[in-house]
Structures are given as structure tokens and as C-alpha cells.
């Protein structure tokens, strides 16, 4: 038997996948998700979602947010943006890091603020992947 993974964003099913194990990035700390894991939900924090398939590939996904839904059966991940780290560049990292240095420089309301240091959070956390 196995964990079915399903990473999903607003766009469409980005993966579903048979796994053994998946590590979360939860809002508390990383979440390892094993069959028969007791029902749970979680908001995430950005960063890396690492996927042990039945078939011995382990494959990884940046997200920049969202929340877990967790069964003993099933790990959905429901995910603002997410990216394949195979398909995640050092030079993508570095410009969204540029691009949020820049957001919170220009910030003048504190909802602007706020939403300038949510970027840099996930810039951060997508800088600490690549590397």
C-alpha cells in the first residue's frame, strides 16, 4: 500500500504521485507523512516539499505557501505557486529576491509593507532551496 501525494495550485494538479513518505514544510516545522497518518491540516510555510515515491525517485516541489491536508491515505498539498526543483534556478531565486528587496524599498502602506515581506520570506526560503 501507499501515501498518495497530490500537489495542487490555483492554476491545476501540478502532481499526483504514490509515496512512501513526503516531507512537509508546516507553518510549526517540517512534517513527515507516513501511511496512516492521523488526519491532520496545516497551514505551510514557504519552502520544500520532498516526495520518497514507491518506485524509489524522490522528487521535490518549492512552494510558496498554502496548506496540507493529511489522511491516512492521502497528502494534499494545496499550494499558492509551485515549482519543480528540478525546474528552480539559482538566477530565478536571485531575481525574486531582487524583486522583493525592490517591493519593500517602494512600500509606503503597511499593507504594501506586509505584502513586500511575504515575497522576501519566499524569496528567502527559495534561495535556501537552490542552495
Known sequence: MALTF???TPEASAATIDATMVV???AEGDMGVLEDHAPTVSSLRPGVVSVNGTD???T?????GGFAEITGERCVILAESATALSDLTAEAAQAAMTEAKAALDTATSEGEKNAAERKLAVAQAMMDAVA
Open 56 to 58: 524509489g525517485g524522490d
Open 60 to 64: 521535490g516541489y518549492f512552494v510558496a
Open 24 to 26: 512537509v514544510p508546516g
Open 6 to 8: 497530490e500537489l495542487v
